[in-house]
């Protein structure tokens, strides 16, 4: 006799079922805090580049000297003649990177004000100029920059010259200012807007939000991402030497053409590499310990 599907059913107990159901956890958009870099290996991949970047130097200044002849001074001694100049070219490429941050800084902070205003004419300007700055070459900013303003200002009987790396700062500054821009709204559309309306609720002004309540809540947020474009700035200071400004890259063509030696190129340009390498490292190692330290967990 066939059974039928119904009296093949039998009562389940409450007992048999788990005690707790699988459900899908969150999807999480960043890793958790103090993961970074232990997870990732960033920390150690930025230690295996400055040593192969360190072996390389070695390597280049190994192998030039191999390749100059006897009679000529060695690839090492050569280096440090140059050290002082090298060093005082340097210099002056941080001294471009800091003031250019600085206009950068401050116009970025204002046009990214502008992009988060109530008036609609006012964003929409303020975007033109974010996208356009953002989305230009870099160096094509810099002509552009250096052919537009003058060499010099008359004020009256009296001639003011404006030098080339003035100019070239004030091109630096511009994609700064614009992805500096991008910065500041992102950091204040981040804050809840219940930061908003608890602050219009004890009468504060818009302009008082931003600036007593808004902003100082958006400097940790804003603080790595400024860091990390400080540090692309500073590599990018060599581009003003195409356009005639006496930095470190400059100061190399000035010293290559001075000793006249092929087997000295390669030598001199990792050194001024490794320079940069030195300087920025640990700005990226300061950068991702900041992001982990202002992360929300």
């Not at 001074?73 to 340097?90: D, E, H, I, Y």
């Not at 004020?155 to 404006?162: D, K, L, R, V």
């Not at 008082?208 to 700035?233: D, E, F, G, T, V």
């Amino acid at each position: 006799m066939k059974r039928s599907p119904q009296s093949s059913r039998r009562a389940v107990s409450p007992s048999e079922f788990p005690d707790t159901l699988s459900v899908m956890l969150p999807f999480r958009l960043r890793p958790q805090v103090g993961t970074m870099d232990r997870s990732s290996g960033g920390g150690l991949f930025v230690w295996q580049t400055g040593v192969l970047l360190l072996a390389a130097f070695v390597g280049s200044v190994a192998t030039a000297q191999v390749q100059a002849a006897a009679s000529q001074a060695s690839v090492w001694s050569l280096l440090l003649k140059w050290t002082p100049l090298l060093a005082q070219g340097f210099l002056f490429n941080l001294a471009i990177s800091f003031m250019a941050m600085l206009l950068g800084t401050a116009a970025g902070i204002g046009l990214g004000l502008a992009r988060v205003s109530l008036f609609a004419p006012v964003r929409g300007t303020s975007w033109l100029v974010v996208q356009f700055f953002r989305n230009a070459p870099w160096l094509v900013l810099l002509f552009f920059v250096m052919f537009l303003m003058p060499f010099e200002f008359k004020i009256g009987q009296h001639t003011i010259p404006f030098p080339d790396w003035i100019k070239s700062t004030i091109g630096l500054a511009l994609p700064i200012m614009a992805n500096i821009a991008e910065i500041v709204r992102g950091a204040v559309q981040s804050i809840p807007s219940a930061q908003w309306e608890a602050a219009r609720s004890l009468a504060f002004s818009r302009r008082q939000i931003l600036w007593q309540i808004i902003l100082p809540q958006c400097i940790k947020r804003m603080l790595p991402s400024w860091m990390n474009w400080y540090a692309i700035l500073t590599m990018a200071t060599t581009l003003a030497s195409i356009v005639g400004v006496s930095e470190v890259m400059t100061t190399v063509g000035h010293i290559t053409a001075a000793e006249a030696r092929t087997d000295f190129l390669i030598p001199i340009y990792s050194y001024v590499l490794l320079w940069f390498f030195l300087y920025c490292y640990p700005i990226a190692c300061y950068t991702r310990r900041l992001e982990s330290r202002f992360a929300e967990r």
